[in-house]
């Protein structure tokens, strides 16, 4: 092998089923020890290029063309089983996505790592490579190496199990690595762990690495090169620092300006790609207003500017964004503990806090932020807000209801007046139903003729057109479904809107346009909003309030601004640094 | 991990003794006074009144329930009011036939259906797999008795290789316990065998989707390697859950081939005494019936533990 020879050489490759064809003929190359993003969006074919390399496509699917590995194998599409047996997880490896399948769980993680090097008969015998399995364990720092070895995987979180997966693929010392979404799945300061350690152990190496990603912010901390996939064709390759200051193809273009929270256009709105798939509401002339007699007896509200607090160690409990009189929720001194299952014959269940004397108000009108990463307690949050979950102890008010203690019953109008947009847009519509009976559901006491007018005006409001009330759920992509999750929600006039995570299973470009159809709805509706995410540029382009949750608690509250520029909490600093805007990347890159 | 056994076992214990309880109540509620039925109906009042004290009927509820429970406890499930003689032995023998040919019957199910549901969930897409997975789909539909009349016809009647019916105990006579053992024990594995390759068969096929099966062939491994090496134990969780449910049905469901057989198994003496209304009888077999499915649901629960790390510890 010449120096020039690259490590993987991809010519012409052609994936898909005898009716459909998925990748149309392309090709690219990766020089030993060159670390390569791959990008685009979801179903663009990223996925397939890589399980072609590996030769892991499903029987259904077919490949021509040809791939080469360090340029000596034959076409790696034409070899047979055995051969790629041989050199998979030994010449190349390839670490997934989803860190709490991908490991079996009924097998202790040393033993699995281990295997990989009986497998490929690098390590004498089961001693040696349970022995070698613990030091590359401690290679991908995972804290007490030789007892993690031991575990199960469900003893381990998830970047704890990508780090497993990693010293895994990088067991045989492979010349080429292949990472799918490999931080997708986890939380902000977990990802930039992660891919720190990735970064490290490749460069060390010398490994090549083509990176799959839908995330341009994760390519930029990576990579040095960058492919860019659009519908099954790579339309743009060059240096990351390049392509991110100066894309040439126009699909780039959009994808860089969507991914962009920071940069909006003269009306606050996030650039979009054109989608024709959807239509986008004629500045929702035809959306049904809050009429004229609603807005005047709405009272004329002073904006509310929070102060900027955090908590401090130790410190009594705060009182974060605290609005004089009324306001649209007021939460004193809430906690959620949850027995966990089980405990000992004799022992009493351990206790979980999920919340832990939390006090905030949000002002009527007012767009709140919660951000945190899994298992900070946000999600609980929301769900006692909603009147979902009850608190253990404290008082919420959320429009003048007590949620504490008060019945189905009594809650009848809160539910009409407070309404939420989960996260899966794929799991939270029932599939069974059209979209008129599903967005048509929250409302009671209403005509058939009344319900089909007012179900035809909200979806006109969220941008589908009305002859899609007669669809299914399945038949839409993810992007419209959400907006069909905002047109049930909003079909009731709440005057307070919960998003959990409501963006965060959409592509960047989808993205923007939700995010810029809810930034029209609560200003045309005079919405208070919620918005719970893990995705601090989400909530800074689209709340003007912000409260970080970690552990339970509220650490620190304030104008999304000023926490994002100045952060005062140690724990604020390290979730900002990890999610950096995208000025930042480019600067960081060039640099 | 012992924690979590002596929690199962603790539960079991409580089961047992609730189902002792409702079986108890069960026979006491039903319509008819044991004496009278022991005694028949041209019994006087007064012989059925003795007949009452002899047995102990005469005493409070609880009094008899803890006399009986205490006694099964010990292995005696007392008198029967038909032959006067005591009903342990009687239990205990048919019970052992019953055992013998229920894990017969799931030892030649299990030999075939694991072998052919993994193959026709490998060959999926194959015609050979399609073929074969139509097969087990037939013997799904075939009901155990006539599977049962069947092989007596052929084997038995025609060929005359096996004896068609009867039993013998293997302390006597092995050779001719195995001819009487085979028929029964084939008629009664053979649906199980095809309904447990269904299950098999579908298990393997999810297994085969899961992310770490494709890990596994990502790290070198071949197609089969990755699914013997990581599939097969995850496969094996639903299994059993459907194999403790069979075996738990056949205990009871045996007596259709113990009848074409004539094999003198638990369900047939159940039958028995049911039609003899000899009460103490069937208070005992169901009794012992039901700790048996209950035992059952333990070591499924048991295994699930031993094979499935994460139901280990106990939070």
């Known amino acids: ?591 | 991990m012992v924690l979590v056994v002596l929690r199962r076992l603790g539960v079991f214990a409580t089961t047992v003794i609730v189902a002792s309880v409702v079986t108890f109540l069960m026979l006491s509620i039903l319509p008819g006074d044991a004496a009278r039925i022991a005694l028949g109906v041209q019994a006087t009042e007064a012989d059925v009144a003795a007949q009452a004290t002899a047995m102990g009927l005469d005493r409070p509820a609880i009094v008899r329930y803890l006399d009986w429970f205490g006694h099964v406890l010990i292995g005696e499930f007392g008198t029967s009011t038909v032959s006067r003689q005591a009903i342990g032995p009687e239990i205990t023998d048919a019970l052992g036939i019953t055992v013998i040919l229920v894990l017969t019957s799931v030892v030649l199910a299990l030999l075939f259906a694991i072998p052919f549901g993994i193959l026709t969930a490998v060959r999926q897409r194959k015609p050979d797999g399609a073929i074969l997975s139509g097969i087990s789909q037939i013997g799904v539909a075939v009901p155990g008795f006539l599977a049962g009349m069947l092989l007596v016809t052929v084997f038995a009647v025609t060929l005359r290789w096996l004896p068609a019916g009867g039993w013998v105990d293997p302390g006597n006579d092995f050779g001719g316990f195995l001819e009487h053992l085979i028929l029964p024990a084939i008629a009664l594995g053979s649906v199980q065998g095809a309904v447990l390759s269904r299950y098999v068969r579908s298990s393997v096929l999810e297994v085969m989707r899961e992310d770490f099966i494709r890990t596994a062939r990502a790290k070198g491994l071949g197609a089969g390697r990755a699914l013997f090496r990581h599939g097969l134990r995850n496969a094996a969780v639903p299994v059993m859950t459907v194999l403790g449910l069979q075996i738990a049905t056949l205990l009871v469901g045996a007596v259709v081939i113990e009848r074409v057989f004539s094999i003198p198994g638990l369900g047939s003496l159940l039958l028995d005494k049911v039609a003899l209304r000899d009460l103490p009888a069937v208070q005992g077999i169901v009794l012992v019936l039901v700790v048996f499915v209950l035992l059952l649901n333990f070591l499924v629960d048991l295994a699930f533990t031993l094979i499935d790390p994460r139901l280990r510890s106990v939070s």
């Not at chain 1, 689209?542 to 339970?552: E, F, N, R």
């Open chain 1, 1 to 591: 092998m010449t120096p020039s020879t690259p490590t993987l050489s991809v010519k012409d490759l052609r994936v898909g089923s005898p009716f459909n064809e998925l990748l149309h003929g392309i090709s690219f190359e990766i020089a030993a020890g060159e670390r390569v993003g791959l990008i685009g969006e979801s179903g663009s074919g990223k996925s397939l290029t890589a399980t072609s390399v590996m030769g892991l496509l499903p029987e259904t699917l077919m490949a021509t063309g040809t791939i080469n590995l360090n340029g000596i194998d034959a076409d790696l599409l034409t070899a047979s089983e055995r051969r790629l047996n041989r050199l998979r997880g030994n010449t190349m490896a390839m670490v997934f996505q989803e860190p709490m399948t991908a490991l079996n769980p009924l097998m202790r993680v040393g033993a699995q790592v281990a295997e990989i090097m009986m497998v490929h008969r690098t390590e004498r015998g089961r001693r040696q490579a349970r022995q070698r399995a613990v030091e590359l364990l401690a290679r991908v720092k995972l804290p007490n190496p030789a007892e993690a070895a031991l575990a199960f995987p469900h003893q381990l979180s998830g970047g704890q199990r990508q780090r497993v997966m990693l010293a895994m693929a990088l067991a045989n010392d492979p010349q080429l690595l292949l990472c799918d979404e490999p931080t997708t799945a986890l939380d902000v300061t977990v990802q930039a762990e992660v891919l720190k350690l990735i970064g490290d152990l490749v460069t060390d190496r010398g490994t090549a690495l083509l990176l799959i990603t839908h995330d341009i912010a994760v390519v930029a901390e990576v990579c040095q090169r960058v492919l860019v996939m659009y519908q099954g064709d790579i339309v743009e390759d060059g240096p990351v620092g390049r392509v991110l200051t100066a894309p040439q193809h126009p699909y780039t273009r959009k994808l860089i300006a969507a991914s962009d929270l920071s940069s909006v256009d003269d009306r606050g709105r996030l650039h979009t790609m054109s989608m024709p798939v959807i239509a986008t509401p004629p500045a929702a002339a035809s959306s049904p207003r809050p009429s004229q007699a609603d807005a005047a007896a709405a009272p004329i509200l002073l904006p509310h500017r929070a102060a900027h607090q955090r908590l401090e160690q130790g410190g009594p409990p705060v009182i974060f964004n605290e609005v004089a009189g009324a306001g649209a929720i007021r939460v004193r001194g809430l906690s959620r503990q949850y027995r966990r299952r089980g405990g000992g014959l004799f022992a009493p269940a351990p206790i979980v806090h999920g919340l832990r004397e939390v006090s905030f108000d949000v002002a009527e009108g007012q767009r709140f932020g919660i951000v945190g990463e899994s298992g900070s307690g946000k999600s609980t949050l929301m769900r006692i807000l909603c009147a979902l979950d009850q608190p253990t102890s404290g008082a919420v008010d959320v429009l003048g209801q007590s949620i504490g203690g008060a019945s189905e019953r009594q809650l009848r109008d809160f539910r009409s007046q407070v309404q939420i947009v989960f996260q899966d847009p794929m799991g939270s519509l029932d599939p069974r139903m059209k979209v008129r009976d599903i967005v048509a559901e929250p409302l009671h006491h209403v005509g058939r003729a009344e319900a089909q007018a007012r179900v035809e005006a909200q979806l006109a409001a969220v941008g589908l057109d009305a002859d899609v009330m007669h669809r299914h759920p399945h038949q839409f992509s993810g992007g419209q479904r959400q907006r069909i999750s905002i047109a049930r929600a909003l079909i009731t006039r709440p005057r307070v809107l919960v998003a959990d995570e409501a963006v965060s299973a959409l592509d960047v470009s989808v993205r923007a346009q939700v995010l810029n159809l809810l930034a029209d709805l609560v200003d045309e509706y005079q919405l208070t909003l919620v918005f719970v995410s893990h995705d601090l540029g989400v909530i800074r382009h689209l709340c003007d309030t912000v409260a970080v949750i970690s552990d339970g608690r509220i650490v620190e509250c304030g104008p999304t601004a000023s926490v994002y520029d100045r952060p005062l909490h140690p724990y604020t600093r390290q979730l900002v640094s990890a999610t950096p805007s995208m000025d930042e990347l480019a600067r960081r890159v060039i640099a």
